[in-house]
């Protein structure tokens, strides 16, 4: 088709944000902080490379999770802890923060709850900010690696990848058949992964991730949570996600228990008020 003679009027037109985030409820980090500050480990988690692990998180407990070998990207699914079609929505957070998650950002659940299922507390790669080609770290614009695109694209049969990963690790945690836990695994939070969309054609890219032994993110648990993390295949996801080939290296969750007395007074978010009359 022939360009329009106002097409550089029509793309001159400044863009609007399409959910201003200033009323949204603030956390209050300052009190989550200092929970932390004084809290007891009660338990971890070590996910082997190329596999995933479950863990469960009360609460007002924070969750940790750390790189302790090597570079390595790791997918991250969260559900409720007693209704798993309560579950992170990677799409509501993209649009309430942006395509990465940071510091005193969170992990919002879905329809018809869409409350903070986590509050991040510490990012060690807030560092990092936007890069030269547009990249930034913990996205939310990709989903999960996944064995039906790989088939698609090029026909193999690819079995530890992160969506079947999760699969197999919600399924041993819940005693259910792999058809059954399939349908709860959701797109992720890239946790670690460096990645953006090129300005030329618009395609999601990935890129090495900055991700060093020590760096860590930590949340704050606003309603008793079920976690599974993947150890992604593609390692720190500087060539390539779902593969036998490239280094991949364990994540660590751990999880820290505050003092009695260290949350007077905070409760969990309730879920959402809208009425859901849905107009009739």
């Known amino acids: 088709m022939p360009t329009p003679a106002d097409a550089d009027a029509r793309r001159a037109i400044a863009p609007v944000i399409c959910y201003p985030n ?17 809290a007891e480990k009660t338990g971890e988690v070590l996910v082997p490379p190329r596999d995933a692990s479950v863990f469960r998180v009360p609460a007002g407990h924070v969750f940790r999770i750390s790189s302790v070998e090597g570079p390595q990207v790791g997918d ?10 309560e579950r992170f929505y990677s799409g509501k957070a993209r649009a309430l923060h942006g395509t990465h998650l940071t510091t005193g950002e969170r992990m919002w659940s879905s329809f018809p709850h869409l409350r903070p299922m986590a509050t991040i507390i510490e990012d060690t790669l807030e ?26 694209l090029s026909g ?11 699969t197999r690790a919600l399924a041993d945690e819940m005693g259910m058949t792999l058809a059954e836990a399939e349908p709860h695994v959701h797109d992720v939070l890239n946790v670690f992964m460096c990645t953006g969309f090129t300005r030329d054609t618009g395609q999601y890219f990935m890129k090495a991730s900055p991700v060093r032994p020590g760096d860590h993110l930590e949340f704050f648990a606003e309603i008793d ?8 295949p593609g390692g720190d996801c500087s060539s390539e996600h779902s593969s036998d080939s490239a ?34």
């Open 156 to 166: 193999t049969q690819y079995h530890h990848c992160c969506h079947s990963n999760l």
């Open 247 to 280: 280094a991949c290296h364990p994540l660590l969750v751990e999880i820290f228990a505050p003092q009695a007395d260290a949350l007077a007074g905070w409760t969990p978010p309730p879920v959402n008020g809208y009425d859901r009359s849905h107009g009739r």
């Open 76 to 85: 991250l699914n969260l559900w409720n802890a007693h209704d798993l079609s």
């Open 22 to 38: 200033d009323t949204l409820p603030v956390p209050d980090l300052a009190l989550y902080r200092a929970a932390r500050q004084g």
């Open 225 to 232: 949570l079920l976690g599974a993390l993947s150890a992604c």
């Open 127 to 152: 560092w990092y900010g936007i890069d030269q080609y547009g990249g930034s770290v913990h996205d939310v614009i990709g989903t999960r690696c996944d064995p039906y695109t790989g088939n698609l």
